[in-house]
């Protein structure tokens, strides 16, 4: 289990915030596994759940051979035709800018479901991704940023941290990654 947090704020500033923690197929946990991935200069690809299913479709991304050059809406098909519905739960995400420089988050998880996020100037937009309780995170979350006053670090931070006394899968260490 994860959390991973994308937000795009008004002024078209995208923050990606993932914790550390992964417990892998052989049984072992650590605090200090990376769930956000630079694929190319502005766009990021991060993920939730089994840490082996997702790096597997990464790893598949970054095989593509022209993914230096390929169109974002190119990128976005790869990954939808290749993460498919499996009993494992997961999710993807694939965030970064338009070619036009808008900012974008694009998520799918092992149920099917998909959604795609856009810059929007007139309020903050944002995706929180888990395996669980992630209405409870989404709730927590808002408020940080309220509380906060729109400091994205410090939100992140604070739910991240909330997430991992409710979820002892969720490590309070975390990643945060600013574009």
Not at 86 to 111: C, H, M, Q, Y
Not at 148 to 174: E, G, H, P, R, W
């Amino acid at each position: 289990m994860s959390i991973i947090i994308g937000i795009i704020s008004r002024d078209n500033q995208l923050y990606l915030g993932a914790d550390k923690r992964a417990i892998l197929q052989n049984g072992i946990m650590t605090d200090n596994y990376d769930k956000i991935y630079m694929i190319r200069q502005n766009l990021y690809f991060g993920m939730t759940g089994i840490a082996e299913y997702g790096l597997s479709i990464k790893d598949r991304l970054l095989k593509l051979p022209n993914i230096s050059k390929m169109p974002i809406k190119e990128v976005l098909g790869f990954l939808d035709s290749i993460y498919n519905e499996v009993s494992l739960a997961s999710t993807i995400l694939l965030s970064g800018r338009f070619e036009d420089n808008r900012a974008f988050i694009w998520n799918k998880n092992t149920l099917g479901k998909k959604n795609l996020i856009e810059f929007n100037s007139q309020d903050i937009v944002y995706s929180i991704n888990s395996n669980s309780n992630t209405d409870l995170f989404e709730k927590r979350f808002i408020q940080e940023v309220q509380v906060t006053k729109y400091d994205y670090f410090k939100a992140i931070i604070n739910t991240i941290d909330y997430a991992s006394t409710i979820d002892n899968s969720i490590s309070k260490v975390c990643n945060i990654v600013k574009l």
